[in-house]
């Protein structure tokens, strides 16, 4: 009999960001970015989740949209008063 040790489990709140931003048209300079914030909340049993998608307009990089994905989580965390995310 072979027991497989697993690691403890995280505990708290876990935030995942993402941002896709379509790079095939190099005559635009502006563009638009698909966003989504998901938190998962392993504080309850069973976990709870929340998950967001947003659509951010006039972006330029990749880094701007990666950034507007953190903005609104963000927010999220503090309007539902999240601690230690």
Known sequence: MHLQQMPEPSTGIICYT???L???????NLRETHLGIMFVNIYVYP??????K???KNVSS???AEAGALAPATKITTNMRYTQV
């Open 18 to 20: 993402n941002a896709s």
């Open 62 to 64: 990749v880094i701007m």
């Open 47 to 52: 976990p709870n989740t929340l998950y967001t």
């Open 22 to 28: 379509i790079l095939d048209f190099p005559r635009q």
């Open 54 to 56: 947003a659509i951010m």
